[in-house]
């Protein structure tokens, strides 16, 4: 199986901040590699596909870039409600497998 | 408005069984593959298993901690897709969610989820 880590699996930053999360891949998986932001409680929600496509109807502020092995998604101008927990997923080879999340706070 | 509504989790002893359901709506049931997450309580998104359309021979994929016990199928004309689960173990519980991936005619990708459902694994 493909392992994806995340990194880092929790951090702390002010509104208005810009933020990078990084997924690291395994093994080379070209741009098969999705992100979900999911808030306590409530299902995961898409944000971005292939690496670097947005999901229709998430805000710009959100983007994703990489390819290969290395991938990171990045958040701008923090607000309040990107408060929530951020996923990878690689879909390249079965089984599809997530990254083990990072933990985002807005101080 | 596209939908996914997951029913069915329930309490259940080890070793049972449980079908859960998995209803769409808003969109061309048929041409899309769905996809089985679960979420155990305060833990990762974990994906369990996949099946494709009818264009796809309805293929299925399985994660190794439940392939040979669980089984996806689906059944078009009720706009409904199945996750079967035997022989369940303690480590089967949490919230199972539902998500659609489609290539043909319109490409899109994990972005409509049903709300989950709990199954509960307990004696």
């Known amino acids: 199986d493909i392992q994806m880590t995340q990194s880092p699996s929790s951090l702390s930053a002010s509104v208005g901040d810009r933020v990078t999360i990084t997924c690291r891949a395994s093994?080379?998986?070209?741009?098969?590699l999705a992100w979900f932001q999911q808030k306590p409680g409530k299902a995961p929600k898409s944000l971005i596909y292939?690496?670097?496509s947005l999901q229709s109807g998430v805000p710009s502020k959100f983007s994703g870039s990489g390819s290969g092995t290395d991938f990171t998604l990045t958040i701008s101008s923090l607000q309040p409600e990107d408060s929530a927990t951020y996923y990878c997923?690689?879909?390249?080879?079965?089984?599809?497998?997530f990254g083990q999340g990072t933990k985002l706070e807005i101080k | 408005e596209v939908q996914l509504v997951e029913s069915g989790g329930v309490l259940v002893q080890p070793g049972g069984s449980l079908k859960l359901s998995c209803a769409a709506s808003?969109?061309?049931?048929?041409?899309?593959?769905i996809h089985w997450v679960r979420q155990a309580s305060g833990k990762g998104l974990e994906w369990i298993g996949r099946?494709?359309?009818?264009?796809?021979?309805?293929?299925?994929e399985y994660s190794v901690s439940v392939k040979g016990r669980f089984t996806i199928s689906r059944d078009d004309p009720k706009n409904t897709a199945y996750l079967q689960m035997n022989n369940l173990r303690t480590d089967d519980t949490a919230v199972y969610y539902c998500?659609?991936?489609?290539?043909?005619?319109?490409?899109?990708?994990?972005?409509?989820w049903g709300r989950g459902t709990t199954v509960t694994v307990s004696s």
């Open positions: 093994q080379g998986i070209s741009s098969y």
């Open positions: 292939a690496a670097s």
């Open positions: 998500t659609r991936h489609g290539t043909l005619p319109d490409y899109y990708f994990m972005d409509v």
């Open positions: 808003g969109f061309t049931f048929g041409d899309s593959g």
């Open positions: 997923l690689q879909y390249n080879n079965f089984p599809y497998t």
């Open positions: 099946i494709r359309s009818k264009g796809y021979s309805y293929a299925t």
